[in-house]
């Protein structure tokens, strides 16, 4: 996300909690990297687990200063809905 996003946060995270469509929720770890605030540790295996290809849309609300809700659209431009399940639970965020 662009530097210029964040001055939306009161401060930028270390770590942000994804929270789907369904409730679900993962923890990524946030990381500077060439003047852009990227997600990191987490998000790869969030986007294989969820699916996410090239052409799909991901959108993200800032729910609380740690947390943000992702919306997933595919290439037709439909919301995807992702169940909870027992997928790499190591990356799953605890509630």
């Given at each position: 996300m662009p530097l210029d996003?964040?001055?939306?946060?009161?401060?930028?995270?270390?770590?942000?909690?994804l929270r789907n469509n369904t409730g679900c929720s993962w923890k990524v770890t946030v990381k500077l990297m060439n003047g852009r605030v990227t997600l990191d540790q987490g998000w790869a295996t969030y986007a294989a687990v969820h699916q996410?290809?090239?052409?799909?849309?991901?959108?993200?609300?800032?729910?609380?200063?740690?947390?943000?809700?992702?919306?997933?659209?595919?290439?037709?431009g439909i919301e995807v809905v992702n169940k909870c399940g027992k997928h790499d639970e190591a990356f799953a965020a605890k509630e």
């Open positions: 996003f964040t001055k939306h946060f009161v401060a930028v995270p270390t770590e942000f909690k996410i290809k090239i052409g799909y849309m991901v959108t993200f609300k800032l729910l609380t200063p740690n947390t943000l809700k992702v919306i997933i659209f595919d290439d037709d």
